[in-house]
């Protein structure tokens, strides 16, 4: 897909960047990016990607929007609720940036959603078991998983560059058979700004990998937002991971 005249103007902020440009813009272009969740972290991951240009942005979440989710999920208003948060994100992103193809699946993750061809998944659910399917599909289909989480003060933010990398994965890291972590975001609250920093990386990291700048593969950085500090740990491949198998 090559730019029409409409997107020199929308994208001329990327053009003017050397290591963008043109030829980096129509990569966005042509991709397509799967986002699973369209919570606090999957609004400000679809509000940038198609803002960006990405071509085809496929969102999957199976909730309809609730009044305690306006304090974090920025997609949405108040008349929203009780709507399909889907219906309206695909509504919210057609206002933003109408060339930008969008699906919008109501339902929870399922084979019928992983079947189509993407580019990247961004992992933007609060699920752990969700977590480990993309993981593997992932893994299994050679593309890129982005991933994050938050609770509190407190996020992480994950990567695995699978088209170049196919050794260490979120199970190397997280066994997918432990316990699901008894303290989330409903139970224990979250800093709705916290989850925006978050999604934004998520954002940049995706179009890092798209534009071929990714090179932190199973490094995660936890964000401590009450101290405003950063964490980076890299992450280590388990021998006979039953995922990616582990180190060679």
Same mark, same amino acid.
């Given at each position: 897909?090559?730019?029409?005249?409409?997107?020199?103007?929308?994208?001329?902020r990327? #053009?003017?960047?050397?290591?963008?440009?043109?030829?980096?813009?129509?990569? $966005?272009? &042509?991709?397509?990016?799967?986002?699973?969740?369209?919570?606090? $972290?999957?609004?400000?991951?679809? =509000?940038?990607?198609?803002?960006?240009?990405?071509?085809?942005?496929?969102?999957?979440?199976?909730?309809?929007?609730?009044?305690?989710?306006?304090?974090?999920q920025?997609?949405?208003?108040?008349?929203?609720?009780?709507?399909?948060?889907? +219906?309206?994100? +695909?509504?919210?992103?057609?206002?933003?940036?109408?060339?930008?193809?969008?699906?919008?699946?109501?339902?929870?993750?399922?084979?019928?959603?992983?079947?189509?061809?993407?580019?990247?998944i961004?992992?933007?659910?609060?699920?752990?078991?969700?977590?480990?399917? #993309?993981?593997?599909?992932?893994?299994?289909?050679?593309?890129?998983?982005?991933?994050?989480?938050?609770?509190?003060?407190e996020?992480?933010?994950?990567?695995?560059?699978?088209?170049?990398?196919?050794? =260490?994965?979120? &199970?190397?890291?997280?066994d997918?058979?432990?316990a699901?972590?008894?303290?989330?975001?409903? &139970?224990?609250?979250?800093?709705?700004?916290?989850?925006?920093?978050?999604g934004?990386?998520?954002?940049?990291?995706?179009?890092?990998? =798209?534009?071929?700048?990714?090179?932190?593969?199973?490094?995660m950085?936890?964000?401590?937002? +009450?101290?405003?500090?950063?964490?980076?740990?890299?992450?280590?491949?388990?021998?006979?991971?039953?995922?990616?198998?582990?180190?060679?």
């Amino acid at each position: 897909m090559s730019l029409n005249d409409r997107q020199f103007i929308r994208y001329s902020r990327h #053009l003017l960047m050397h290591d963008i440009g043109e030829e980096g813009q129509e990569k $966005l272009l &042509n991709a397509h990016v799967l986002i699973v969740g369209m919570g606090g $972290l999957g609004c400000p991951v679809s =509000l940038y990607l198609a803002a960006a240009g990405i071509g085809q942005l496929s969102i999957c979440d199976g909730d309809t929007v609730d009044a305690s989710n306006l304090q974090r999920q920025v997609l949405y208003k108040t008349e929203d609720c009780g709507q399909l948060k889907v +219906k309206c994100a +695909k509504a919210a992103l057609g206002a933003l940036n109408p060339e930008v193809q969008i699906m919008a699946y109501p339902e929870m993750i399922s084979a019928r959603v992983l079947a189509k061809d993407y580019s990247i998944i961004v992992d933007c659910t609060d699920n752990l078991a969700a977590r480990h399917v #993309l993981n593997e599909h992932c893994q299994q289909q050679g593309i890129g998983f982005v991933s994050a989480s938050a609770i509190g003060w407190e996020g992480q933010l994950i990567g695995f560059d699978f088209a170049h990398n196919n050794r =260490l994965c979120l &199970n190397c890291i997280i066994d997918r058979d432990s316990a699901e972590p008894i303290m989330n975001c409903a &139970n224990a609250g979250v800093v709705g700004p916290v989850l925006g920093a978050m999604g934004s990386l998520q954002a940049t990291m995706v179009m890092r990998m =798209l534009l071929g700048f990714f090179g932190q593969h199973g490094e995660m950085q936890r964000y401590d937002g +009450k101290a405003g500090r950063w964490l980076n740990l890299r992450g280590q491949a388990k021998d006979g991971c039953c995922v990616c198998g582990g180190s060679e």
